[in-house]
């Protein structure tokens, strides 16, 4: 079984700051995805930025990128020029990938992260 | 992004009675996928369903429940009696694009008395 650990409960930030959430996951699969979903006080979860396991290279989107460390089991996310709009519970999530995409999806407890005027 | 709907917003039931929960994806999609979040807890899964059958279901997903796709557009989650802790946010979830990700509908939050 996988298990997500993010462990910071929650961190707080001026606005237009840099701030980083770590996430460390644990897994015997060779072959899977890693996630980074927000969700907001409304509760909705929405996806923040993806990375394939098998790709070297640092998934991006605008403000949002990650620092995925395969060996190290290290899957962070970092936000640059932090907005109000960014308050929210951050959840690391975990799919492994045997083909057919029926797996269920693994979450950390999640970081809430304020951002600060 | 892939529209998910779900009904209702906020259910509100007593203990022992059944509920069910409806997920409308807005265009066709084979995966489907509920979720729960207790109050203050992370996300959990319960179950994967494909092709009209379960692919997948954690440990929480024991008699109580079901799902079906009754009419191949609804994607329903039943609780039979329900549980004082079956107080949550129910998450339903489809996968699109190439890279299997998974959006998720807006919850409904259920709350048995």
């Known amino acids: 079984a996988q298990t997500v650990t993010q462990s910071q409960p929650e961190m707080s930030v001026q606005e237009a700051e840099t701030v980083t959430l770590s996430c460390t996951y644990d897994?015997?699969?060779?072959?899977?995805?890693l996630f980074w979903y927000k969700q907001p006080p409304s509760r909705q979860m929405i996806l923040v930025i993806r990375?394939?396991?098998?790709?070297?290279q640092n998934a991006t989107e605008n403000r949002f990128s990650v620092n995925f460390q395969k060996a190290a089991k290290s899957f962070s996310l970092k936000i640059s020029d932090s907005q109000l709009g960014d308050t929210a519970m951050y959840f690391c999530?975990?799919?492994?990938?045997?083909?057919?995409?029926?797996?269920?999806?693994?979450f950390g407890k999640g970081t809430h992260l304020i951002i600060q005027p | 992004e892939p529209e998910v709907t779900q009904t209702p917003s906020h259910q509100v039931t007593q203990m022992g009675q059944e509920v069910i929960l409806r997920c409308v994806p807005i265009?066709?999609?084979?995966?489907f996928y509920w979720y729960r979040q207790i109050l203050g807890q992370k996300v959990e899964f319960l179950v994967s369903?494909?092709?009209?059958?379960?692919?997948?279901k954690s440990e929480i997903f024991d008699d109580q429940f079901s799902v079906e796709r009754p009419d191949g557009s609804n994607f329903t989650l039943k609780i039979r009696s329900t549980k004082l802790e079956d107080s949550a946010m129910y998450f339903c979830?489809?996968?699109?694009?190439?890279?299997?990700?998974?959006?998720f509908g807006p919850g409904t939050r259920l709350t048995v008395l």
């Open positions: 979830a489809i996968r699109a694009g190439v890279v299997d990700t998974q959006y």
């Open positions: 897994t015997s699969e060779n072959n899977y995805y």
């Open positions: 990375q394939e396991a098998y790709k070297q």
């Open positions: 999530a975990f799919m492994k990938h045997e083909g057919g995409g029926a797996d269920g999806l693994t």
């Open positions: 265009s066709n999609h084979l995966y």
């Open positions: 369903f494909y092709n009209n059958e379960i692919s997948e």
